[in-house]
Structure formats: C-alpha cells, structure tokens
C-alpha cells in the first residue's frame, strides 16, 4: 500500500480530567490516507512522533494508536497515550516542533512543522508548584496555588487555595487567600489572607488583607481595607473596605474603623476613632464623626450641618433649633425660645401651646384642640378625650417615669397598668388591671384575661395557661395562679387551684376552694384537700374575742345547730357569759363544762350512761365506732389484744402494758426495727393509687408511687409522666426548672430543668433514658445518657453526652465526652470533647479541637483534635491527627498527621505527615512534611518525603525533599536538590539544581542543568551536561553531550554523537566532537600517558603537541640486556616479506604497506603476542 499523507488541520486543545491535578494538552491530529489512487478504509496502525527538527534532531515524543480510516480520513489523538503533562512539557520547552508520521511502521516523508498549523494553549496550569484538580478549571501562574473546584481560576499569586465544590469561583491573585468549599460563584480579586467561608456562596472580598466572609454568608462582599469580617449567616451583608469593620446580620453595611453594623439592615459607619461604634436595633442608620456631619456642604460646623431643607414626616427632637420656623410643623413650643415666634406666625394647630407664653394663642384656640392645665369647659362626653386613635398604649408619666399605662390592642375589654413601668400585661389579654406598685428587679405580672393586682411588688395573677380573674391585692412575692382565685396580700402566698384564697404569710392553698390563712411563722401553711378552711394563728384565734387564751376562743354564744328533725330545734351548744357551755342532753337535765383555768370537765349523768353513737350504752360511756383521742387516755385496765387500734401513740400507754415486740411488729422505731421480714414489712401505702411522700421541714423531698413504681425525690415540682413506669428522680429541681421523667424506666439523678425521655405524652417509645445531672440537659433517644453539664442533648438510641455545654449526640450509639457545641450525628459517632465538633458519620471519632468536622458519607473517619480540620465526603476511615485547618476528602483512609493546611482529595490510602500547604490526591501515595508539596491525581503510591513546593505527577514517583522538584512519569525518583525535573518512567535524579531526567531508566547523580533524555542514560554531576542516547553516560564535567548509544563524553563540551563514542575533553573551552561510530577520543591538550603496570614504570605517552607514542624506553625500566649481531639483524630484516594489504574491518579503499606480526616473530622471535608488532 503506497501511503499519503495530506494533513487537513491540526489543533491544540486541552483535555480536562476530573480532580486531576495536571490538564494534558493533546493534539487533534486529522489526515487522509490514499492508497495508489483509492481512498484507503480498514484500520491501521499510526504513530505520531515529535521531532525537534526537519532532518536529524532529536525525538522528543511518540504516541502510537491503532485508527479506523473511512473513505482516506482518519484523526489521531497526540497526547493521549503519553504520560500525563508529557504533551506540555515538551510544547514549552520547544519553540519549533516537527510532526513525523508512520502508518504501520513506515515513515511518510516530509515531516511537519507543527508551527505552521495554528493552535493555541490555554494555560491550563503555569507557575511553579500549582495544582489544578477541578474539571475546567485553570491556575494561571504564581507558585503553590491550588484549584479543587470545577470551572474555577485562580490568575497567579502564591498558595492561593478554591476549595472543593466552589464551583465557578476566581482568585485573581495575591497570596494565602481561599474560597472554602462549597463557596459557589465567590470571587477574591486579591490581598493576602482574605476567606470566604464555607457555602458563602456569590459573596466577594476584593483585596485587602485578612477579611473574611463567614460561613453561609450568601452574596456578601468585602471591597477591601484589613482585618474585617462579615459574620456567620449575614447574607446580603456589605463592608466596603475600612479596619476592623464587622456587619454581623442580613443586608447590614459597617464602614471607617471599627464599626459593627450587629442588627439587621443597619447602617453603620465610623470615624478613626480607635473604639467599637455599634448598632443597637435594626435598620438603623448611624455615624459617627467626630469632625461633623455635612449634607449639602463639605463644610460641617456642628454634628450635622444640612445645606438647604429638612423634611421630617414625624417629630424631629432638638435641645434648640435655629431659624425662623417658618418650614415647621407639628412643633413642640416647650423648645421655643421665648420671643423667636410672632403670634402672627402661629396658626391653628400647628404648635402644640403646653408652654407658649400667655397670650401666644388665644385661650379659645387652645382649647378646641388641647386639655388645659386647669381644665376644659365645654368637654362632650364620648367627643373628647385623653387617648390614642390607633392600637398605640397611652401612658401617663411622672417626673418622665410611666406610672400609668393603658392597653386595647383588639378592642375589646381594656387593660390598665399603674406602677412601675416594669410592670406588665401579656400581650393580647382583656380586661387585666394593675393599680400600681412593682420595681425594675420585682415588677408585677398579669399571665391571663381579667387578672387584677393592686399594688405591692413581683406579685403574679395568673399562669400564662387561661387562669382567668385572678387576683392579688398587694403584698410582696404572692402568686394568684388559679382561675378565679385570690390572695388579699401579705407575703409569699400562693393560690394555685380555682376558687382558693391564700393570706398572711407564706400560706398555700393548692386546692380548689381552699381557704388558707397562715400567721408570721417563716413556713409554708398548705392546705391537704379541697374546699377546706384552714388557719394558722399560733396566738390563738378569737371569735367576738379580743384576746384569745386558746387555739379558738368564742366571746358569748357558740351555737351549733344540726336541724335535724329528731333533735330539738333549739341549740345543741351554747357558750354563756358565765363561763359555762351547756349540753341539753334532754329536756330539764342540763351538764356544766367550765373552761376556766383550773375548773374540771365534769360529766354526770346521776347515775345513767353515757353514749355516743348509740342509744343503748352498755358502760358508763359506749362508743359505738371508732374513737379518736389526741393526748393521753388513763385507765385502770383495757380490755382486748388492741387489734382494732389504729393511730395509736405508743408514749401514752403505760410501760409493760404493750411489749417491744409487738410494737415492733406493727411500726417502726426512731431508733430502728428488728426482725422486720422483707417482703412483708414496709413503709408506704396499701390503698391503690396513694403515693407515698417524704418531707423535710414540711416540704416534699421524696415521692414514692405505686403506680408504675415511680421515685421522684427533690423539688416538689419534679414530676413524671402519668403512663411512664420505673421513673427515679433522685432530686434537684426548682419551681421554674424542675426535673422531669417523660418515658418509662427514665432516670434523673439531680441539677434542674433536665428531662429523662423524649418529652411526648407516649410513655414508652424512649424508655431507659438517664439524665445524671447538671441543666437543662435531655436524654431524648431510647437507652440515651447525659452526664451533667448544661444544656446537653442525647438523642439518639443508646447515646452519651457525659458533660460540657450544648452538646447533641444525635446518632444511635454515639457519645460526647465533654467540651461546648459539639455534634455526634452518625451512628457510632464519637466527640471527646473540645469546641464546634462535627461527627456525622457512622463510626467516626473527633477526639477534640475546636471547629472540626467529619461528613456524614465518610464512615469511620478520625480527627486526632486541633481545629478547622474537615474530613469530607467519601473518606471513609480518614484519619487526621492534630494540626489545623487540615483536610481529606473523596480519599478512603487517608491520613494526614498534622500540620498547617495540608489535604488530601481523592488519594485513598495515602499519608501527609506534617508540615503545611501539602497535598496529594494519588491513592497509597505519602508526603512526610514540608512545605508545598503536591502529589496528583495520577500518581498513585507515589512518596515525597519533604521540602519546598515539590510534586510529583505519576505513579510510583518519589521525592526525597529539596525544593521545587517534579516527578513526571512513573517510577521515577528525585532524591533531593531544588528545581529537578524526573520525566523518564523509573529515572532518578539524586539532587543537584536544575537537573532533568527523561530516558528510561535514567540517572542523574547531581550538578546543575544536566539532562538524560536517553533511555538507560546517565549523568553523574557537573553542569550542563546532556546524556541524550541509550545507554549514554556523562561522568561530569561541564557542557558535555552524550547523544550516540553506548556513548560517553566527560571533561568540558565533548559531544559524543555517535553510537558506542567515547570522548574526554580537557579543560579548553571548545566542542570536542565524535566523527565516527565507536570513536574513542580525547583532547589532553597536557598529553596523554597509559601505564601498563601497578608501578607506572612500563607504558605510552603522546606528549602535549605531539603526532606520535612514545614508549618507555629508560634503561632503568630494562633488565636481561643480550648483545645482537646487527648485521644479521639486517638479514633477517631483508627477508622478511613486505607487502600491502588492508584491514577487514576497514573500506575497501584504505590500504597499508608492511610486514605480518607472524613473519616478523618468524624472523626474531620478540615480543609479546606472535600476532602483532609493537613498537618500543
């Protein structure tokens, strides 16, 4: 098949590969193939090969395909079979290139000069040490600049950084400035040190140093200046450039020095001043300028200087004002310098007359629209009156203090508020009144409709929850709580049920329609059931009795009438004013009871019998039921076992009547029981439903109740859920914070405001919970446990969070040990402590730190402590150590030591040890330290050990450490030295500066700019020396070239250009150049000497200069001299046979003339070989 080669158009354009480090340019090769006259179709096998000239040069590259030609045409890729960045190394180090052709292994002639063809090179990656992970994306030059995200750019600077899914994100330069992940559309124009935060996203820093966008503050934008920040969640913020500027919430602007726009829409800008000048409300608009604010004029000669109008819709307030007012209105004349208005100039309306001076404003005026001082004739009821039209309170003020306020937001029943302007109404309640009282620390509270207080102080009406008309007369600290209840006043009362009334002190009616009146005594009085009357007067109470001498004293008469229709119907009791109560037992027999101190109670019934509760008494007195006697019962003898005893005070029966042991057997002693039978003997209740209280100083420590076998001890307001069983509450607790138990077989142990379950009216779908103490903390999952702390959170089945502040371990099995707002969400997750930890994922570990985080796709991932690490998706069991600001992401097991900054992406299995800025995405590759490091995507169980900015780009690459070193095909090495270059596939560089190594198998051993493109080649050290040919060896030197196979070239600028040449030049300063294959040359312009013994007494020698060897010749080099015949020498000579002749291994056409070492060793039998002739 006769080929032709007629090249249609070749392209450059760059190919980009997902997270890889290095975009390799590839050319577009395209052709048509005839054979003889015919379109050629089949396929063929086509190499491309890059050539560094027409004729003769150098091959650069080759890439072989196997192509389909249809109808002659066929196209190529140039680029896709060589190692990665091959292509563009080769495209920047050469200004001409030339294409050459072979389909199935014949050369078509001429070659192609690639520059004829148009191309361009898009800058894929440039500089020194940058990385380019992202599809489409671009790192335009500078060093250490690293790209993660797709359709990204950053233009230069130095260890610039776009973080992983910043999608279409731009750095224009600088240094050390980062867009975090997941900063969609984020742009830094420049500066140092400026971030933008995680999920930022369309936010932008223009330049500057060290401003920061924080973390989801969505389009926000920092113009420049240093050290400013927009705040976490603040979207739409803006800072335009300034010092220390802060706008920490939603379409907020801070500006100047220190300004710190805190609320939503503020404005803020600040002077020089070196101090914090904040918002205090939304939407402000605020400055500070020490030097004047001017509008209108760049002259200010006051805080604010406006040239021309001001128009204010609503009241402008000012200690003065200048001017003539002519533009005013609605002005207050209390700020009117007398005499500054005419009368002519005021109108109706339009200056409210308060502090005119009289005769201003006619009286007449004044009053059809103002209250007068003295008051107002001609007033119309229902007309006029002191109020507002809309929804506004009014309030009344006193010395510029309210002491009034009145409410009617829904028109309906109004509220009024007297007192202190602490004092207040719930929102959105009807009917409430406050006379008056209260302070700023003890205010009075109105929770619902139609509560009343009037006066005294922290007194509440009402519990929030629809108790309405409760009322507190005055007092200090009384709660009426209950609907319709009341407390007149006194102190520390509570009536907490419907229809109870609480007085005095400390008296607590907790039943509905208790009456509860309790004295001085600091203790609580409560009432024990519904609709009792209940009093407390240790000095005793009197009725129409000034001066009590019993518990109740009765003045007069005391009557107690039954009614009922087999009594008489006159009193059954009466209390004289002689002291005497009479008990009319039957008509005309009349029983004296005296109360006087001293006196008897005597009753005689002159021989009959006394019963109660029956007719028919057997004994003297019969009681017919139970009897219950409050002090001590004397008797000669008692009749009976006592087992029909109940209540019965064992200090009042008399010693030796009832033994030890049967009181033993039926109470239990202060001092202790014995033989008590377990299972048999117990404090508690037998009726159903009765819990069983303990109390101390008359308040309940501890509850015990049958039902569902529940313990709650401390605060009396610790409760449990009715369903719920199996619930300890060991104590703790208060009125606003009491522990609680909202599932089955939950625990409390103490603190306040903790909560055992998950809160719900289900009490058994989060059983087993244990809040062991601390506050308002919650074991909301099932088996879940907070130890202490406060405001923990264990949600998850079989979750921890043992102590700390504002934890949440949500993942089933998962456990905090301690720290301040750290997350445990997956399952099996573990933070140990620290602050602002993220564990999402199952079974992963962050031991402590601050700020770090662990994704919820990389299972079993560790983070050692340090902070702002991040282990991101799809690393699972990632492990980082210590350091910060570390990360690994899309990389199975991975791990990096410590260190400042360094990152792993997508190099599964592989290590960074330490250091700062390294990164490597090669799966089971390894950097130890250093500095700037990089290992690509493609270069798997690749090594860089340490140093400064080096990379390595293909598999099996290693740098030992050095500075700005490149690995750039498999297997090859770079021990140390700076700026080498390894492009050979198992090549190696041992250091030096400048070095490149790009045959096969090569070796560079150090020195400066030394090359060994050759396969197998190698170049010891030196300087400027090439090793270009296979199995080319250059020992050192300077400016020595090895391009022949097998060839050698040492010493200064030998060119050894043929095959199996070996060339030493001295030290004169011009080529020493091969002419012939298998050459052995040297220039020792000093001569040159070969010794053929140990002693060096026996050799040649081709002096400086000289054309011929001389032998050693010295006598002293001589031994065993024998006299010759010279003459027959001679004859020996002349018949030697002498001939012309030529060597085999010579042209035809070289021809010598003289004797064979055969004929010549016939003839004197000299020498050392009888094959050769030596000359001495």
Request: charged letters at 15%; glycine letters at 18%.
């Amino acid at each position: 098949m006769k080929a032709r080669m007629f090249v249609w158009g070749a392209g450059l354009t760059l190919v980009s590969m997902v997270c890889s480090a290095q975009v390799p340019a590839m050319i577009n090769y395209q052709g048509r193939l005839i054979d003889g006259t015919n379109l050629y179709n089949g396929q063929v096998g086509l190499s491309l090969q890059l050539w560094s000239a027409m004729t003769g040069g150098l091959k650069l590259g080759e890439d072989s395909n196997t192509v389909t030609v249809v109808d002659g045409l066929y196209s190529a890729l140039l680029g896709d079979d060589m190692p990665d960045g091959a292509l563009a190394q080769i495209l920047n180090d050469n200004t001409n290139l030339y294409i050459q052709v072979l389909v199935n292994g014949s050369a078509l002639a001429p070659r192609e000069r690639l520059a004829s063809t148009a191309y361009a090179v898009i800058p894929g990656i440039k500089g020194v040490g940058n990385v380019q992970a992202g599809a489409r994306s671009a790192v335009g030059g500078g060093e250490t600049n690293i790209v993660y995200a797709a359709a990204s750019v950053i233009g230069g600077g130095r260890a610039n950084v776009i973080g992983t899914s910043a999608w279409e994100s731009v750095i224009g330069g600088g240094g050390r400035n980062q867009v975090e992940p997941a900063a969609i559309d984020s742009v830094i124009g420049g500066g140092t040190g400026n971030r933008i935060a995680y999920q930022a996203y369309y936010s932008a820093v223009g330049g500057g140093a060290d401003n920061t966008v924080a973390t989801q503050a969505y389009y926000s934008a920092i113009g420049g200046g240093g050290q400013n920040e927009v705040g976490n969640y603040s979207q739409y913020a803006t800072i335009p450039g300034g010092r220390d500027n802060e706008a920490n919430d939603n379409y907020a602007f801070a500006a100047g020095r220190r300004a710190k726009a805190d609320h939503q829409g503020s404005f803020v800008w600040a002077d020089s001043t070196d101090a914090d000048f904040g918002s205090t409300a939304n939407n402000q608009f605020l400055i500070r300028a020490a030097g004047g604010v001017g509008i209108g004029t760049n002259v200010p000669t006051a805080r604010l200087t406006v040239a021309g109008d001001v128009r204010a819709s609503e009241v402008i307030y000012g200690e003065s004002f200048v001017g003539d007012g002519s533009g005013v209105t609605s002005l207050n004349g209390q700020n009117i310098t007398a005499g500054t208005i005419s009368n002519a100039q005021l109108g109706v309306g339009i200056v409210r007359g308060t502090n005119l001076a009289a005769g201003s404003v006619g009286p007449d005026k004044l009053t059809e629209s103002y209250w007068k001082i003295t008051g107002n004739n001609n007033v119309t009821a229902g007309t006029h009156f002191v109020g507002t039209t809309t929804t506004n309170p009014l309030e009344i003020k006193v010395w510029s203090a309210r002491v009034m306020r009145f409410e009617n937001f829904f028109a309906r029943s109004p509220n009024l508020i007297g007192g202190h302007n602490a004092n207040t109404v719930t929102l959105g309640l009807d009917g409430c009144t406050i006379a008056g009282g209260g302070s700023l620390t003890w205010p009075n509270r109105i929770l619902d409709d139609y509560g009343s207080i009037g006066g005294g102080a922290a007194n509440t009406a009402g519990d929030g929850a629809g108790q309405e008309y409760a009322t507190v007369g005055g007092g200090y600290s009384n709660e009426a709580v209950g609907a319709w209840s009341t407390v007149p006043g006194g102190a520390k009362n509570r009536a907490s049920e419907a229809y109870a009334f609480a007085a005095g002190r400390r008296a607590k009616a907790i039943h509905g329609g208790a009456f509860v009146w309790a004295d001085s005594t600091d203790a609580d009085f409560s009432s024990t059931a519904s609709d009792q009357f209940i009093v407390r007067a240790s000095g005793g109470v009197g009725l129409n009795e000034s001066n009590p001498r019993q518990q109740l004293s009765v003045g007069n008469y005391l009557d107690l009438y039954s009614g009922a229709a087999n009594f008489p119907a006159q009193t059954s009791i009466r209390a004289s004013t002689l002291g005497h109560l009479f008990l009319n037992a039957r008509s005309g027999g009349n029983v004296y009871v005296n109360y006087d101190a001293g006196d008897d109670l005597i009753i005689n019934p002159n021989g009959g019998r006394v019963g109660i509760h029956t007719n028919t008494p057997s004994a003297t007195l019969t009681v017919d039921g139970d009897a219950r006697i409050t002090e001590v019962v004397y008797a000669e003898s008692f009749v009976g076992d006592g087992s029909g005893l109940i209540g019965l005070d064992g200090a009042n029966i008399q010693a030796g009547t009832v033994t030890t042991d049967q009181l033993a057997e039926a109470y239990w002693r202060l001092d202790g029981n014995a033989n008590v039978v377990t299972g048999v003997h117990f404090i508690g209740t037998t009726s159903p439903n009765t819990p069983v209280e303990l109390r101390a100083s008359n308040t309940r420590v501890l509850l015990l109740d049958g039902v569902g076998e529940k313990l709650i001890g401390g605060s009396r307001y610790n409760c449990a859920t009715g369903g719920a069983s199996g619930v300890t509450i060991g104590g703790g607790g208060q009125f606003t914070l009491p522990n609680r138990v909202s599932d089955s077989y939950g625990t409390v142990g103490g603190g306040q405001g903790n909560l055992a379950g998950n809160g719900n009216t289900n009490a058994g779908d989060t059983p087993d919970a244990t809040v062991s103490g601390g506050k308002a903390n919650e074991a909301s999952g099932v088996a879940a446990s907070v130890g202490g702390g406060r405001y923990n959170e264990a949600s998850g089945t079989n979750s921890t969070v043992a102590g700390g502040n504002h934890n949440v371990a949500s993942g089933a099995n998962s456990t905090i040990g301690g720290g301040t707002n750290n997350l445990a969400s997956g399952e099996f997750a573990t933070v140990g402590g620290g602050e602002s930890n993220r564990a999402s994922s199952a079974g992963s570990v962050i031991a402590g730190g601050a700020r770090n985080s662990i994704d919820s796709l990389s299972p079993y991932a560790a983070v050692g402590g340090g902070r702002y690490h991040a282990v991101d998706t799809y690393a699972t069991n990632a492990v980082i150590g210590g350091g910060e600001e570390n990360t690994i992401t899309s990389a199975t097991r991975g791990t990096i030591g410590g260190g400042w900054r360094n990152r792993i992406d997508h190099g599964s299995y592989s290590f960074v040890g330490g250091g700062t800025s390294n990164m490597t995405a090669g799966a089971h590759s390894a950097i130890a330290g250093g500095l700037g490091n990089v290992i690509t995507i493609n270069a798997r169980q690749a090594a860089i050990g340490g140093g400064f900015r080096n990379s390595v780009n293909a598999n099996a690459g290693f740098i030992g450490g050095g500075s700005n070193n490149a690995v750039h095909v498999r297997s090859s090495s770079i021990v140390g030295g700076e700026n080498n270059m390894a492009s050979g596939e198992v090549a190696v560089v041992c250091g030096g500066l400048q070095n490149d190594v790009r045959g096969f198998g090569a070796f560079i051993g150090s020195g400066q700019n030394n090359s060994a493109t050759g396969d197998l080649s190698t170049v010891s050290g030196g300087m400027d020396n090439d090793a270009d040919g296979t199995y080319a060896t250059v020992p050192g030197g300077r400016d020595n070239v090895a391009d022949g196979r097998y060839s050698l070239a040492a010493g200064r600028r030998s060119k050894a250009g043929h095959n199996g040449t070996f060339l030493w030049g001295d030290s004169t300063d011009a080529d020493l150049v091969s002419t012939a294959t298998d050459q052995f040359m040297v220039r020792a312009k000093g001569g040159s000497i070969f010794y053929s013994d140990a002693a060096m007494s026996a050799g040649v020698q081709l002096a400086a200069g000289a054309g011929a060897w001389t032998s050693v010749s010295d006598r002293d080099a001589k031994e065993d001299f024998r006299e010759v015949d010279g003459r027959e020498i001679l004859d020996r000579l002349s018949a030697v046979p002498i001939t012309t002749w030529k060597y085999k291994a010579q042209d035809a056409a070289i021809r010598h003339i003289g004797p064979v070492a055969q004929d010549f060793h016939v003839a004197f039998g000299v020498g050392e070989t009888p094959t050769g002739i030596t000359t001495v």
